[in-house]
């Protein structure tokens, strides 16, 4: 059993900062491609960010040069700090871990429950 945790989320005003993470817990061989995306009520869940083991990155243009998608590999987590903040960035923040499975070796993907990220104008 693989679950991922998401905190950090909260209430924030335009322009502010807020720094999420996510940490991946239980029979982990090893985690590949881990990622952010977020869900406003009535649509579909977005791509945000995403980060590869080996460390390369993309972004979704909406946030490029205002996110941040780090890891700790150590610590099994990952991270999205959120600069520049606006309205438009309100919504439920989920992350995605491609895992690879202690017990058979084989890979899935885990999605996290989400954390909520308000920002007011």
């Known amino acids: 059993q693989v679950q991922v945790v998401e905190s950090g989320g909260g209430s924030v005003q335009a322009g502010g900062s807020l720094r999420l993470s996510c940490t991946a817990s239980?029979?982990?061989?090893?985690?590949?491609?881990m990622g952010w995306y977020r869900q406003t009520p009535g649509k579909q869940r977005e791509f945000v960010a995403r980060?590869?083991?080996?460390?390369?990155?993309n972004y979704a243009d909406s946030v490029k040069d205002r996110f941040t998608i780090s890891r700790d590999d150590a610590k099994n987590t990952v991270y999205l700090q959120m600069n520049s903040l606006k309205p438009a960035d309100t919504a439920a923040y989920y992350c995605?871990?491609?895992?690879?499975?202690?017990?058979?070796?084989?890979?899935?993907?885990?999605w996290g429950q989400g954390t909520l990220v308000t920002v007011s104008s």
């Open positions: 980060i590869s083991r080996g460390g390369s990155t």
């Open positions: 995605n871990a491609e895992v690879r499975s202690r017990l058979d070796l084989k890979y899935f993907d885990v």
């Open positions: 239980g029979r982990i061989f090893s985690l590949n491609d």
